[in-house]
Structures are given as structure tokens and as C-alpha cells.
């Protein structure tokens, strides 16, 4: 409990090195008071953040109960987003298939003295420093196996050459993707689901992903499990509005404000290509006769239709309705309506589409909308906080799991700090309700 406080101190001050916190410990007298005068020695400060992810979860879990009990959140409501974070790798140590094999053979050949020539420079120099990286490669290898697995089963103009996979020497379990400042490094995904009265933090996660895609359910439940069911409204972005997440949405009884388009920037850029053909939204839908009449009034009749891949193992069906060719060939409206080289119109419609068609008619009245707009003031604040002022832009130790706990010790220390605020002031519980 001890060191527990001392760290959480030490996140709020922007501190996720166990050697800085060890340094504090000895010289900074706010630690002194924290800690009753206890110095640990620095591998002690290491092995504690390693055992702090067994734990942290359910501290997390103690700080919502206690502000429900308090009545200090509003567990109704939530709102989740996600940011990237750099993982501790160097982004100029990733390699791919053909280079991380010539490696192997290389480390392999010089750990057991039958290496002929001048050491490379990225070998350590001591031996525990090259068994650590045998170690990682070897980790590696596997991770590089499975993406480059993965890309075989993509579709064929989906599927990138297998030499261009790279996977990260540092953390091969950090994917790698763009950050915010468009930087292609090892990141890992942090998700959280604030309240928007309170800023507490409901629910938090920590993934091996580049995108938002597929966390809205698991988060849901996360946060379920938190507030004991009581969450009824999700806010999130346009990344979190696809058919799966409206059904899952539906299967859990929870409203999801958000918009269905993708962002206003491709909205725009969509507007801008004057090569641009007429949306499906200007054809009509019947769904008693399943067809579509088109603005010209001839019907696209149902096609064939094809089994679509979604996150995880989730499939959706995908339509395809077509308007006869001799209508196509002879319209006025051929030029905007058909591809070059297309004798006829195709129309695609996934299983499912009536609700995405129901989300955007909901997203466009103007009272959601006035709700709606809780969310930029929300969840954004947590996480320029955490980046701004406790500097977690980086994780400071390797690996999934060191990652997932920095992330619970930062979720605790913000709500810690947060809970002591609204204690404080006997106003808020008031102005809790949303
Ligand atoms: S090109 Fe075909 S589908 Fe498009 S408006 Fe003309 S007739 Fe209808």
C-alpha cells in the first residue's frame, strides 16, 4: 500500500520510471511522508510495477464503487474514445522476415563463438544482453509468422508483400501504426470510458491495436461490470458506428450516439472527386418487394449476394442489386451513375444496413445532437491530461502487460485525484445527473 501511494504520486508528477521513483524516494520529502520513510532499493521499484498489474484492476474497480456510493457519478452515461501511445521501441528497429532471420542465424552463430568476421553493431556486449535479444527475436519470429498469416487470408488487392511485414526487434508485441503525429512506430491503443459530469474514468484497456475497431462492445461490458449495469448511453465517434457495433448496441440495451459517417474530412473529400458516382442514398429502398428503384424509376433487382469478414470472427451478408443494362445503356443519367467501362448499375447492401440508415436519421435531429455534443468535452480531457501534463505519451516498459498496467496506474491516479476534487466540493453531487 506504501509503494502504491508513492507511485501513484509519482504518475501524477509525469514520473513512470521506477529508477526516477527510487531517486525520489531518497530525496523528494513529499515521498518521504507517503512512503513513513521507506527507501526500497530500485530492483524492488521494478518488481513492484510488475506485480501492480495483478492488482490494479481492482483498485480501479474500489475507486467507481466508492464514487457511486458517494454519489459522485452518473453511471448512465459514458463516453469512450481511444488514443495511441508509443510503446518503449525504438521505431528504428523494425525489421522484416528476410532481415530478422539473417539476425537470427547471426546472434545464433556468435552466442556460441562460430561467428567469422567484424560483430555487428546491434549485438550487446554483454552475454545476458544477447540472450535477452535471442529471446525477443525469437518472440518475434512467431509475432512476424502470425501477421504475415494474416495477410495471406486478406483479399487479393488487400494484401501487402510479405517482405514489406515488419515487426518491432524492441516490443514485438507493439503493432505498428501511425500515431497522432502521422509517425509509423510501435504503438499500442489505450480505450477509456469517461463520465461526463464527474471526468471519472468508468472502464480503461490497454490493446495491441492500431485502430479503434471492435472495442466498443468489450469496453461496454467493461464498463457494465464497473457500475453494476447501470450504463444506458454510449457517446463515441464515427469509428465506433458500424452494423456490428448498432447490434451489439441493440443485444445490450444500450443507446450509442454517434454519427454514421465516417469523419467530415472524407465527407468533404468524397464531395470534392468530380468522378463521383450518385450515392446509393438517392436510390430508393423497398424492402417488402427487396429491391431498389433508381432516380431514373427503374428497379435494381436483387443479384447474388456474398459472406463480408468484419472484426474478429464476425461476418456480415453482402447484397448486390442490378439494374438491367438495356435501362443503363439507353439513360440520361449514365455519365454520373455508372463506372467507366460498366454497361449497368450495381448497388451493394450489407446485413443490417436499416440500422445504420436509422442511426444517421437519429444523428440528424437537432435534440441528439445537443447531446452529442458532451462528448468533445469529455473523454479529449482525460486523455490530454494524461499526455499533457503526466507525459504517459510513451510507455516506460516493455510488453502488453507492462503497458496495460502503466495505463491502470495512470486511470487510478487521474481518478484519485479527481474523486478527491468532487469530495471536496459539496456542490457537485448535485450537478451529477446528466
Ligand atoms: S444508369 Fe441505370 S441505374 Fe443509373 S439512373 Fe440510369 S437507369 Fe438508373
Known sequence: MLLLKMVLYQYLKGNQSPATWFEEAQLNQAMQWLGRGYAPARRTWYE?????GKFIERVHQQTISRALDEELLDP????????????????????????????????DAIIQDKFDGEVPKWVPATDSGK?????????????????????????????????????????????????????????????????????????????PSVTDVGTLAPMMDKTQQAVGGRLKTMLADAAYCSIVDLQDCQQRNIELLAPVQSNAFTESKTQQNPTRQI????????????????????RLEYLDRARKQRHGDRQLWEFRYRCDPTHCGACLLADRCLRPQSACR????????????????????????ARYRLRGQTV????????????????????????????????????????DRLERNPLTPMKMRT
Open 48 to 52: 513492484f510495477r510488475d506485480r501492480a
Open 131 to 207: 540472450e535477452d535479444l535471442a529471446e525477443r527475436m525469437k518472440q518475434a519470429s512467431d509475432v512476424l509468422a502470425e501477421r504475415i498469416e494474416k495477410n495471406a487470408s486478406k483479399r487479393s488487392d488487400k494484401r501487402r508483400d510479405p517482405d514489406k511485414i515488419q515487426v518491432s526487434l524492441s516490443d514485438p508485441q507493439a503493432p505498428l501504426g501511425r500515431d497522432k503525429l502521422k509517425v509509423f512506430r510501435p504503438l499500442y491503443t489505450v480505450q477509456c470510458v469517461v463520465a461526463p459530469n464527474s471526468h471519472l474514468i468508468m472502464s480503461y484497456c490497454c490493446e
Open 76 to 107: 448512465t452515461t459514458g463516453v469512450q474514445d481511444g488514443t495511441a501511445v508509443a510503446a518503449c521501441a525504438s521505431r528504428h528497429r523494425m525489421v522484416n522476415r528476410p532481415t530478422l532471420e539473417k539476425r537470427m542465424e547471426q546472434l
Open 279 to 298: 450515392p446509393r442514398e438517392e436510390f430508393e429502398w423497398n424492402p417488402a418487394e427487396n429491391y431498389y428503384r433508381c432516380p431514373q424509376g427503374h
Open 346 to 369: 450495381t448497388i451493394k447492401r450489407l446485413e443490417g444496413q436499416e440500422l445504420l440508415d436509422a442511426q444517421r436519421t437519429k444523428m440528424a435531429d437537432p435534440a441528439v445532437q
Open 380 to 419: 479529449e480531457l482525460a486523455f490530454a491530461d494524461s499526455k499533457g501534463n503526466r507525459r504517459l505519451t510513451r510507455f516506460h516498459g516493455r510488453g502488453r502487460s507492462r503497458a496495460r498496467t502503466e495505463t491502470g496506474l495512470m486511470v487510478v491516479a487521474q481518478n484519485l485525484l479527481r474523486l
